[in-house]
């Protein structure tokens, strides 16, 4: 119990000053100390609460695919618990559905665009061969 409550601790010190990847470092070490207690399968609410406040912070840096873990977690434990009408669970649904899109942004940012940047390329391409081979 001495570690829950430094791990909570520093949590509250780190959100305090902003720093979100410490925060979740602390809130997973508190995760796994429930995981350890309880076991996975147990739908305890402070595992639902915990899940929740680390999907909320991989949310704030913007670490989707983690996020959306965690909080679909949290959505399987906190339904029961306190029902899936109550603010808290609509406010957790709010927010998974927010990650979801703000993973679904970043994956299409990180395609390759087959646009204009590459014709531009392709253009540049062709007028390097085209230099080369009036050279010969």
């Known amino acids: 119990l001495d ?7 520093m949590l509250t010190a780190a959100l305090a000053v902003g720093d979100y ?17 309880y076991g996975t399968d147990y739908a305890h609410p402070m595992v639902g609460l915990q899940a929740y406040t680390m999907g909320n912070l ?6 989707y695919k983690e996020a959306i873990t965690c909080l679909e977690r949290s959505f399987q434990i906190l339904r029961f618990t306190h029902g899936q009408d109550s603010d808290l669970v ?4 709010s ?5 979801r899109q703000g993973y679904s942004m970043l994956k299409a940012m990180q395609r390759p665009m087959f646009g204009r940047a590459n014709l531009t390329k392709k253009k540049q391409k062709s007028k390097k061969k085209g230099k080369k081979s009036r050279h010969h």
């Open 3 to 9: 570690r829950l409550q430094l791990s909570n601790d």
């Open 21 to 37: 990847k410490n925060a979740i470092e602390h809130v997973r070490r508190t995760v796994a100390v429930y995981d350890h207690v």
């Open 58 to 63: 991989y949310f704030e840096v913007q670490r």
């Open 90 to 93: 609509q406010g957790l649904i």
């Open 95 to 99: 927010l998974l559905s927010q990650a």
